[in-house]
């Protein structure tokens, strides 16, 4: 199962919206690896059938044979048919999986239409690891939303900019470089008004390795984003501008530039979040990589829509200035947002911080 996770983690940046999946077909006595597969783009094949295919390459007998999978096979038609039947077809006897698919379209029908075709069927191997690669496809299907995961560049002292709003650049370039990396994983990028105003910014990967640039959200309750602004610069990619209210003149100038706009008024004059991540997940979007300023940050934060921090804290103190989440001032400390830390690890100069929002789960 440990070679199916390897192969599943190729998938990502690679499948959306679909799960990463890996595929390793063994013989029956496991003394060979017959074929081996991850998901493709969507429309494309699934990890079982790419296993399938590069046994058939090698000229490998799949008859009798172990596939140990990282997620349940489907067993509907989309743009793709069932695996589940591909595999029983092709006369695989046994299928380990590390856990049901949570889409509704399969929860456990692939498992029984495996059982029905006299397949062995164990589940269990690699949850853990297997749900985590898949957290974001796990969250859109089980809670309807994606999962958020919010990025920070920040002084030692929590400080994001300066008083006057400068922040390039807190944090090395080996930060920088991994904070694109995790762009790169995510079904969609998210950042705010203020930040494409302030800063101008491309908003898209550049530092690491991309099949596609991912697309952008942009929160804008007031429809102030320049048609000219960089963000536009970026070939191909979908830009999804959400407002509070409507401005038919600066949408249609929006429009010429390609941007999707949409109207989702929360109160306050602002942008309903709660209604934009369910608009998002409608969309395909498994995972959201938030890049925005402490006022939107904060907002997400109070209406416990962050699942997830990526913070990267660099080696310096910036005293006073703009910090990382504006949710204050508390009155008590139990009033706090309790995180559980996934991981430290030095990146450069620079320490990247994984926390998660305590005991969230679904």
């Known amino acids: 199962m440990a070679q199916a996770l390897a192969l599943a983690a190729r998938a990502i940046g690679l499948s959306e919206p679909n799960p990463r999946v890996g595929c390793v077909i063994v013989s029956a006595d496991g003394a060979r690896v017959l074929g081996t597969g991850h998901t493709q783009p969507a429309g494309q094949a699934h990890a079982e059938i790419m296993a399938l295919r590069d046994a058939a390459a090698r000229g490998a007998d ?7 999978v990282t997620l349940e096979p489907c067993s509907h038609h989309g743009r793709t048919g069932p695996c589940c039947e591909a595999l029983a077809a092709a006369g695989i006897a046994r299928v380990v999986a590390s856990l049901a698919d949570p889409n509704p379209l399969v929860a456990g029908q692939g498992f029984a239409r495996l059982r029905a075709a006299g397949v062995a069927v164990e589940v269990g191997p690699g949850a853990r690891e297997s749900r985590e690669l898949n957290i ?6 089980v809670r309807g939303r994606p999962w958020v995961r919010m990025k920070i560049a920040a002084s030692l002292d929590g400080q994001t900019a300066l008083a006057n709003g400068r922040s390039q650049w807190i944090t090395g370039e ?14 969609a990028l998210l950042t705010g008004i ?8 491309r908003l ?48 249609t100038a929006l429009e010429a530039r390609s ?9 306050g004059g602002k942008v309903d979040l709660a209604a934009l991540l369910k608009d998002l997940a409608g969309r395909g979007v498994n995972e959201l990589h938030v890049e925005a300023g402490f006022k939107l940050n904060g907002s997400l ?23 990382m989440v504006n949710i204050g001032p508390l009155e ?12 430290i690890e030095r990146v450069g100069a620079d320490l990247r911080v994984l926390a998660r929002v305590a005991g969230r789960d679904f």
Request: proline share 8%.
């Open 62 to 68: 799949v008859r009798g044979a172990t596939a140990w």
């Open 136 to 141: 974001g496809f796990f969250s859109r299907m």
């Open 174 to 187: 080996a930060a920088r470089a991994d904070g694109h990396a995790w762009r790169a994983r995510a079904g």
């Open 194 to 201: 203020g930040t494409v105003l302030d800063d101008d910014p």
């Open 204 to 251: 898209d990967v550049r530092l690491a390795p991309v099949g596609k640039q991912p697309p952008l959200v942009v929160v804008d309750s007031r429809l102030q984003t320049p048609p000219a602004a960089a963000l536009f610069s970026v070939a191909g990619r979908p830009v999804w501008i959400y407002a509070a209210e409507a401005k038919p003149d600066a949408q």
């Open 259 to 267: 941007a999707h706009v949409s109207q989702l008024a929360g109160a």
């Open 301 to 323: 934060l109070r209406e416990a829509l962050v699942d997830e921090f990526l913070v990267y804290l660099a080696p310096k103190l910036l005293g006073p200035g703009r910090g």
């Open 332 to 343: 008590d400390l139990a009033q706090g947002v309790a995180l559980e830390f996934g991981g």
